[in-house]
């Protein structure tokens, strides 16, 4: 579904990205793991054309998006980006409405169908009975659902999300990643995802891409990516990689330094 | 849906009601008292009894409520799309400078090229040099507060005070080197409607449609930019293009009316502060409401201005800023706390 080529980015003298490579296939779960400032968010804002590479090609459905119009573009991908801060106090219903942005006509009132996007989204999200709230009112999850509907009301077939569970709390993070998660299910839509909690993507994920200093480190299942090597070479950690209990998926657990690195028995370790 | 449509109907009669009564409330109100019959007896096309009065209603009043009706919407439009712009509920165009750049630029026209004379003709019917100064004002505003990629609030407003500062000096100077009328010069500064004319009213009708046109075609792209730029171009907005447009627009707009009434100040900072307060942020019903309101506010101003002072005249500018200077205060504490 997207095809990223060769793909060079500097940023004041800076260079992020060089000779990039990724190819992001349709309806999966994909996420974007790597240390901080590795350009992580900055991949993010390259797919939806906020940023130009410096060389090199993006495609979405083989068409560059470099060369297409930001509402063909807003068609095709929805993103929930960090520091969202608006202006004036809106409204939920209001802040979701602003996806319906690309399908609207300039004199006209939305449309009967743009109304039923926004009721969707809002359904999806558990959103109905905060419909009315000013946004500035809302903890800090209900403002992610928030987010997370106004892209679903754009109705793309591809949506990124930049940490969109960071600095929330266990119960927030599992009833946005359950949301996100039937989209992709149900939907088909394209999840890509950029986390810093490692088991979060492995959790989730169809596959996940591991970029550190602007390149490609591991590509592939949960699996095949979170492993030993992956938190000592990249993230300079110590951990311990086991299998989730209850699902076939790695997980982490850190070690503590100045204790005993040896686990109990009885755990399926990973080396 | 229908409960929503009904509260709407109920809230635009009332305004529509409301607004009527005051226009001919402020239509008795002056320097000479009117009866009401007389005004009613204007609007349905009677014989007024008393011939002055039909001269006072006709060549000064009405068409002095007019043009501050038009002016006040205007100004209240160019305060919505500077706030939209700068995504800051505290911009406004005599903040930002804006104003005294085209007081500026409308005085040195005068220095420069006279009255009477042909190149004032020009320079008076379109007033080019006020657009020009404005643009200026603005353009140096804006890039004195950037810092990088982000424009913050307070860097904006010091940018701005430093430009009224500039500016005013300048029109002083230009005022007593060149011209002369300190006296006259002075009043219209602080601003007054007392120059309105009733050939003023065209082009101003034909100015405050294109901004309402403007206002409806973009109120959608207006909601979607007061999230950011970054949000707006994820819902399809070519961001610079449009901020380039309500950059231009909302100056020439501002410094059309600086032309007629001198430097009004917060007008556009109140009003769409209000509306706001009233039908909520969503631009599709706070601009047409900000440029109803923006009229009966000014007019509202200028009767108090024009009234209450007798024998002499209040300038206009005096009382918006004495409603407008506390607002500011309160809209920037509260715009810290939100931060």
């Known amino acids: ?271 | 849906m229908n409960e929503r449509l009904k509260k709407r109907k109920v809230l635009l009669a009332l305004l529509l009601g409301g607004g009527i009564v005051f226009f001919i409330f402020q239509m008795s109100l002056g320097t000479v008292r009117i009866p009401i019959e007389e005004i009613f007896r204007f609007f349905t096309f009677g014989k007024i009894q008393n011939p002055v009065y039909e001269t006072i209603l006709v060549d000064i009043r009405f068409p002095r409520l007019i043009v501050g009706f038009l002016i006040g919407a205007l100004l209240s439009l160019s305060g919505v799309f500077f706030q939209a712009l700068l995504k800051n509920p505290l911009a406004d165009p005599y903040i930002l400078g804006v104003s005294s750049g085209g007081a500026f630029g409308t005085v040195l026209s005068i220095a420069v090229f006279g009255t009477g004379t042909a190149l004032s003709r020009f320079f008076g019917n379109l007033p080019v040099m006020s657009f020009l100064f404005s643009l200026l004002a603005a353009f140096f505003t804006y890039f004195l507060a950037k810092k990088g990629k982000s424009v913050p609030v307070v860097d904006l407003i010091l940018s701005g005070v430093i430009m009224n500062f500039f500016f005013s000096a300048a029109t002083t100077f230009v005022i007593i080197y060149g011209w002369r009328n300190v006296n006259s010069a002075t009043f219209w500064l602080l601003g007054s409607l007392s120059g309105a004319l009733w050939q003023q009213v065209p082009p101003l009708l034909t100015i405050t449609g294109v901004g309402l046109f403007i206002g409806f075609a973009l109120s959608k792209t207006l909601n979607a930019i007061s999230l950011g730029e970054e949000e707006a171009k994820n819902v399809g907005i070519e961001v610079e293009r449009i901020k380039l447009f309500l950059f231009i627009t909302g100056t020439l707009v501002a410094a059309y009316t600086i032309t007629i009434t001198g430097i009004v100040g917060f007008v556009g900072l109140i009003i769409p502060h209000t509306a706001r307060m009233i039908v909520g942020s969503d631009h599709r019903k706070s601009v047409p409401l900000s440029v109803f309101l923006g009229g009966l506010f000014f007019t509202g101003c200028d009767t108090i201005a024009r009234s209450l002072f007798q024998p002499t005249e209040m300038p206009l500018g005096t009382i918006t800023s004495l409603i407008g200077a506390p607002l500011f205060a309160i809209i920037l504490k509260r715009s810290r706390r939100l931060r």
Do not use: W
């Open chain 1, 1 to 271: 579904m997207i095809s990223i080529e060769k793909l060079t980015f500097q940023y004041d003298q800076n260079q992020l990205f060089q000779d990039f490579s990724l190819t992001i296939h349709e309806s999966e779960f994909l996420s974007i793991i790597g240390p901080n400032g590795s350009g992580k968010s900055t991949l993010l804002k390259l797919i939806l054309g906020i940023l130009k590479p410096s060389k090199g090609s993006i495609a979405i459905f083989e068409k560059e998006i470099a060369k297409m119009k930001r509402k063909a573009i807003s068609r095709m991908v929805s993103g929930v980006l960090q520091d969202f801060n608006p202006a004036y106090s809106f409204s939920v219903e209001e802040i979701v409405a602003i996806g319906r942005t690309p399908y609207a006509k300039a004199f006209s009132d939305f449309s009967k169908e743009d109304y039923r996007y926004i009721e969707e989204a809002l359904t999806e999200t558990g959103l109905l009975d905060l419909r009315k709230k000013p946004f500035e009112h809302l903890s800090s999850g209900e403002k992610q659902r928030v987010l997370l509907a106004k892209c679903f009301a754009q109705n793309t077939p591809l949506l990124l999300l930049d940490e969109c569970v960071a600095h929330l709390d266990p119960g927030h993070v599992q009833h946005i990643m359950e949301v996100v998660k039937e989209k992709n299910r149900k939907d088909k839509v394209t999840i890509v995802a950029v986390f810093h909690d490692v088991n979060l993507a492995s959790l989730y994920s169809d596959r996940i891409v591991v970029v550190n200093h602007g390149r490609v480190s591991y590509l592939g299942t949960p699996k095949e990516t979170i492993h030993k090597p992956l938190m000592e070479k990249v993230y300079q950690a110590n951990g311990t990689v086991l299998t989730h209990p209850c699902l076939d998926v790695p997980q982490v657990l850190l070690n503590r330094l100045d204790r005993p690195q040896k686990p109990s028995a009885g755990l399926i370790i990973h080396e």
